[in-house]
């Protein structure tokens, strides 16, 4: 299916708007980029697209789709008909959902929040994001023992949902080296042809 003109809003440092980002790139779609500051998500142009003020945002002609997860969603079902992003068998869809509940969930509250907490000052307890980081990695750590991917022998919209934040655990404080099959899976979604890099932080990693 052609693409219309995409347009994506979102900001190079947000691993939320990186996962989106990258399936846009993995699928070869042109899209045109548009950052999202705090000032724009503020203004009522960008309230119009979403009324809660977060990015990422897809337009994509007369449909817009807010929420990172739900960007994949959509951009697997609309522009990957062969379904090796997001599967159609209803175990395959499910171990997948399985994997984008853990990114909104552990990692969301774990890697990510240490690194917000260490680049913009967002509020919490150190303490427990990296407890739950650690959760979560050694948990991923011991399924990707056993696994190339999250759920199948290639990657899937699970694997880009949860790459961006655990790649930069470190600008957190949350070192990756305990955890060498993680490492080995980060390095795999790395070498996907057309692979889209987030910026590294300006903060040296704390970890």
């Known amino acids: 299916m052609t693409a219309s003109t995409l347009v994506f809003h979102g900001l190079r440092l947000s691993g ?11 699928l070869g779609l042109p899209y ?33 789709i807010a929420d990172s997860n739900a960007i994949l ?5 609309r522009y ?17 959902q399985r994997w984008l509940s853990v990114a909104a969930g552990e990692v969301r509250h774990g890697p990510a929040q240490a690194r917000m907490m260490v680049l913009f000052g967002a509020a919490g307890s150190r303490d427990a994001a990296h407890a739950l980081s650690e959760r979560v990695l050694r948990f991923m750590d011991d399924h990707l023992a056993g696994h190339a991917f999250l759920t199948a022998d290639r990657p899937t919209v699970a694997d880009l ?29 790395e ?17």
Do not use: K, T
Not at 17 to 26: F, G, I, Y
Not at 80 to 96: F, K, N, T, Y
């Open 73 to 77: 969603v959509y951009l697997a079902g």
């Open 80 to 96: 990957d008909p062969e379904g090796g992003w997001l599967p159609r068998d209803p175990l395959a869809a499910a171990q997948v």
């Open 191 to 207: 070498a996907l042809p057309r692979f889209l890099a987030m910026p590294r932080s300006p903060i040296p990693d704390a970890a």
């Open 161 to 189: 949902a949860c790459y961006s934040y655990v790649a930069h655990a470190p600008e957190g404080g949350v070192s990756l080296a305990p955890y060498p099959a993680v490492r080995a899976w980060l390095q795999r979604i």
């Open 16 to 26: 939320h708007s990186h996962r989106a980002e990258l399936l846009l790139v993995l």
């Open 32 to 64: 045109r980029f548009v950052e999202a500051g705090a000032e724009v998500r503020a203004s009522q142009e960008f309230r119009r697209l979403n009324p809660l003020g977060q990015i990422p945002v897809l337009e994509d002609g007369e449909h817009v």
